[in-house]
Nanobody, 118 residues
Framework: QVQLVESGGGLVQAGGSLRLSCAAS????????MGWYRQAPGKQRELVAT?????NYADSVKGRFTISRDNAKNTVYLQMDSLKPEDTAVYYC??????????????WGQGTQVTVSS
């Protein structure tokens, strides 16, 4: 059973910072890609950042957010600086894992709320 466990969300004032973490556990052979998506009320889920061999960011967060990955811990981090009210959303961890019996499978975390007050 594969699990993605997120932590680090919360309430912060505009201009502040938060750091999200997501750890993958369970039986898998390798992690191809890990990343973060977000979904604001009434909006579709959107990509924030991903990390495979390099980082990829949505234009809206470039220069403010930094994604990093610790392969030894199967963990991905999202450092969020200069937060804006429009960053308010539920943030979801995403991972593409290779499981020999299944091939490449996409998993999602349970989501963590990030609220930025003005």
């Amino acid at each position: 059973q594969v699990q993605l466990v997120e932590s680090g969300g919360g309430l912060v004032q505009a201009g502040g910072s938060l750091r999200l973490s997501c750890a993958a556990s369970g039986s898998f052979f390798s992690i191809n890609v890990m990343g973060w998506y977000r979904q604001a009320p009434g909006k579709q889920r959107e990509l924030v950042a991903t990390f495979s061999s390099s980082a990829n960011y949505a234009d809206s967060v470039k220069g403010r957010f930094t994604i990093s990955r610790d392969n030894a811990k199967n963990t991905v981090y999202l450092q969020m600086d200069s937060l804006k009210p429009e960053d308010t959303a539920v943030y979801y961890c995403n991972a593409r894992l290779f499981i020999p019996a299944q091939g490449t499978t996409v998993y999602w975390g349970q989501g963590t709320q990030v609220t930025v007050s003005s």
